[in-house]
Nanobody
Framework: QVQLAESGGGSVQSGGSLRLSCSAS????????LGWFRQIPGKEREGVAI???????VYADSVQGRFIISLDSATTTVFLQMNDLTSDDTAMYYC??????????????????????WGQGTLVTVSS
């Protein structure tokens, strides 16, 4: 059973940066998707960035050019480097995994129900 453990959330001023980490354990597949979603109260969870085991990555339009997702395959840890943060980025961020890989990274980005496992979430707060 896949388990995900997130870290790295916190508070930062607008224009600042944060780096989130998510360590995955219990992986038995070599083909998978890992990534990040975020959610604010009263709104649906939205895809932020997804990466696959080939290092192919996709991003939501709202974070393209500011966020970078990366994968350490040796430890099955996925990172999200968030730069030039704004108050619109304030949310609970969740790590997600889909294994074996059910579809393309963009499908998972747009369809959170494809995820098999979720982390507990880490809060990111950006103040202006």
């Amino acid at each position: 059973q896949v388990q995900l453990a997130e870290s790295g959330g916190g508070s930062v001023q607008s224009g600042g940066s944060l780096r989130l980490s998510c360590s995955a354990s219990g992986f038995e597949y070599t083909s998978f998707l890992l990534g990040w979603f975020r959610q604010i109260p009263g709104k649906e969870r939205e895809g932020v960035a997804i990466i696959d085991n080939y290092d192919d990555a996709v991003y939501a339009d709202s974070v393209q050019g500011r966020f970078i997702i990366s994968l350490d395959s040796a430890t099955t840890t996925v990172f999200l480097q968030m730069n030039d943060l704004t108050s619109d980025d304030t949310a609970m961020y969740y790590c997600a995994a889909a294994a074996p890989r059910p579809a393309s990274p963009r499908w998972l980005l747009q369809h959170s129900r494809l995820a098999d496992a979720w982390g507990q979430g880490t809060l990111v707060t950006v103040s202006s």
